[in-house]
Every structure is written in structure tokens, then in C-alpha cells.
């Protein structure tokens, strides 16, 4: 996976007033999630922009759990090459001038005018997996193309389950052996490393039998 640097301010003012005028600045509110997780009542120093959020399952727990988010600001421009393209990247995020790594979780957008209203991104480290969505990429030639039929792609992204830096780029899926009718789903899907969630019955593709390729068909029976 490619690496993306990217500079965030903390930010505390959390009110309607100030996040408007934020956004009228060409910047964007953003929270890191997945931070370290501490028991309460907890009695550590909390930086700049950081809060502490009690984790939802534990609240009836005798030992109650949180973790420590941060509120961000970035600015617009400087995530551009991220948000728009179809690449996935583990971003070297600096706040409060410490580097963590992180991904994309969630982005919202205006309804209407597509603005960028705010961003999710989550922490990562190698001992704890992520999902993620990530393209898919066909390789070689169906059999079904090669007899008239037309490939089609159901799925153009597949969510993964796995140490961040063991999520490639790009899934990759041969399509040599599919014969005209027939489709390729998730659940004939393996990589070493990696776990699929989505339904093992979503077809990710398929040759579909065409005008030509049936009028072949019938011709031969």
C-alpha cells in the first residue's frame, strides 16, 4: 500500500459556529478513532484536541473501558490526492507533532453540493486488523469472452480484513477459466494474509451469454 503524509492542527472549538467557519476557510473537521485504550476514570494528560470516549460494550462492565480520540482540522486541498482517487493509501498523519499511521475510515459529503463535510480516520498499528475496501483487478482471459460472451465486473471493490500493511493495493482476480453463464463469487476467493467479508454469494463477475454467443450455441445443438 502506498503512503500518503499528512499534516492535521487539533482542534477544540467543536461548536455549529466555529465548524461553518472552518469549512468557509477551506478546511475540513476531521477525529482520529482507534487510539490507545484506557480504563476509567482515567487520570493521564490528554494533548490538544484529544478526549477520552467510553467504549459503548463495556459500560456495563465492573472495569470500564474509553478510548482517546482527537479532533483535527485539515486542510482541503491538502487531502484532495487522497479522497479523489481510486487508490488506497496507510497515511503518516501528524498531530501535536507526533507521526501515527492511519487509513481512511469515512468521508461526508454534502448531499447536494458533494462538499467534504467531514472525515473519519482510524489509527492503525500491526497488531490490530482493519477492513478496508480495496479495487479489483481482472487478469487474463475468460474462456466465455473467447466464445462470444461479455465479461461483466459486479464488484469494482472487495472489503478486506487485515494487518494494514498486508493490504495490497489492488485484489487481483483470474478469470481464465470462466465459461460463458457463468460467474465468479466471493467465496472461491483466497489470499494468505487476507479475510473477504463480504457475502460469500456476491458475484464479483461473470460472462454473460450474448445475441451472438447463443445463436453460436444453438447452431452447434
Known sequence: MKTFALTAAPRTNLGKKAT?????????PAVIN???????PYEGALKEGQKVVEIAENKSA???KAIITTDVVINKEDVRKLIY???IFVIDLTVNGETKKAVLKDIQFHPVTDEILHIDFLEVNENKPVVMEVPVALEGHAEGVKAGGKLTLSMKKLKVKAIYNAI???IVVNIDN???GQSLKVGALHYEGLELINSKNAVVCA???TRAARGQQAAQG
Open 62 to 64: 465492573n472495569t470500564k
Open 20 to 28: 461553518k467557519a472552518l469549512r468557509a476557510e477551506g478546511k475540513i
Open 178 to 180: 470462466i465459461k460463458l
Open 85 to 87: 482517487t481510486p487508490e
Open 207 to 209: 460472462v454473460q451469454l
Open 168 to 170: 495490497p493495493e489492488k
Open 34 to 40: 482507534g487510539g490507545e485504550v484506557v480504563t476509567l
